[in-house]
């Protein structure tokens, strides 16, 4: 017969709260000696608690809600799958939210995750600027952790972050290693986190390499493939046919728009990387599989998921962490779509603690 919480409170002499909070690692109201006695008896019995008792017992739902902004990016699947794999693991249901980019939509998936009452949310915004959703959770006692996209007062709150400005700097100085590079970087909105980070990023490996200014340029899109044919296809329509290219390297933010790119340039007749070399920023599962495979500076997305949602749990156990911020390392990788160059090692991902 499976043991339950209430057999091991009847051993203990004690209630099934008191053996809930030292399952759950909880301080507040538990003896030493009683903690002890409880321990003790857990161990001896190999009792392994349920997550449905586990809910009953503490009065929570064991469910989290995961808002993305774009379901679509296989990027954000990556997040998603890393984060569903912590919280199965602990007995957590997941409520997954696709925001279509929308702050109005994102605001309505906060109302609707605190209605069915679940016990946290993990908040990749569409947006940079606002913080009245997180505001939402906050006042109704609900954690929530950042993942990805930064929104406003970051340092009073707790998120999962990677060096955005760090991997554009890597990226930027591996084109510019070649003499002649007139660099376009192909951002995405400027008003989020990821598009200002990364341009400062671009602008650093500029100073740094002392490069004229007229070798770099900047112009913004969407994030997603068609936004990055758009955007290259009108650059090349406006250079005219017989004028030299305006640009022979891409730094596109993401990978997506690095396809979208390199498909403009393919029904042009302009060869990658012969004539045109070309990073993209993420290095989703379909960069290896193009022809010539994407050189990308790579994300280390479904750790940053796992972590997110590591952190979550913490917080929906009543612990503080001290540490607020876990700012990733992402690597650059070169592929097909970059011409030969000496580089470094490639490292491996690591975590900055803030």
């Known amino acids: 017969m499976k043991l339950t919480i209430a057999d091991i409170a009847r051993q203990a002499g004690v209630s099934k709260a008191t ?26 019995t190999g009792f392994q608690p349920s997550a449905m008792a586990r809910c009953l017992a503490t009065g929570q739902s064991c469910s989290v809600g995961l808002i993305i902004p774009d379901i679509a990016n296989p990027f954000f699947a990556q997040l998603v799958r890393g984060a569903e794999a912590v919280l199965n693991r602990d007995g957590y249901s997941l409520f997954l939210c696709n925001s279509d980019r929308s ?113 770099l340029q900047v112009i913004n899109s969407d994030f997603t493939p068609e936004g990055g044919y758009h955007a290259i296809s009108a650059l090349l329509d406006q250079a005219g046919k017989t004028a030299a290219l305006p640009f022979n390297a891409i730094f596109a933010a993401n990978d997506l728009m690095a396809i979208g790119a390199a498909r403009a340039l393919h029904q042009r007749g302009i060869r990658v990387p012969d004539e045109v070399e070309l990073i993209g ?37 009543g612990q503080k962490p001290r540490t ?31």
């Open 103 to 215: 702050i109005e939509k994102e605001s309505d998936y906060i109302r609707v995750l605190i209605e069915k009452g679940v016990d946290g949310v993990i908040l990749n915004s569409a947006g940079s600027a606002l913080d009245t959703q997180v505001e939402m959770l906050e006042a109704k006692g609900i954690p929530v952790v950042l993942l990805d996209r930064v929104i406003k007062r970051r340092e009073s709150r707790f998120g999962v972050f990677v060096d955005n400005q760090g991997g554009a700097r890597e990226a930027a100085s591996c084109l510019y290693a070649q003499p002649d590079c007139r660099l376009l970087f192909l951002n995405g909105p400027a008003e989020l986190s990821q598009s200002v980070e990364r341009l400062a990023g671009v602008e650093e490996a500029v100073r740094e390499l002392g490069i004229p200014a007229q070798r």
């Open 19 to 44: 053996v809930s909070r030292v399952l759950n690692k909880r301080a507040e109201g538990v003896g030493a000696e009683t903690r002890a006695r409880i321990q003790k008896i857990v161990a001896e």
């Open 281 to 317: 920023f993420d290095d989703i599962e379909f960069a290896a599989m193009l022809e010539p495979p994407l050189s990308t500076i790579a994300q280390p997305a479904q750790e940053m998921g796992a972590n997110s949602a590591e952190l979550l749990l913490r917080l929906i156990a």
């Open 324 to 354: 607020k911020t876990l700012v990733m390392t992402p690597r650059l990788v070169l592929r097909g779509t970059t011409r030969a160059r000496a580089v470094a090692a490639e490292h491996k991902h690591h975590i900055q603690e803030q």
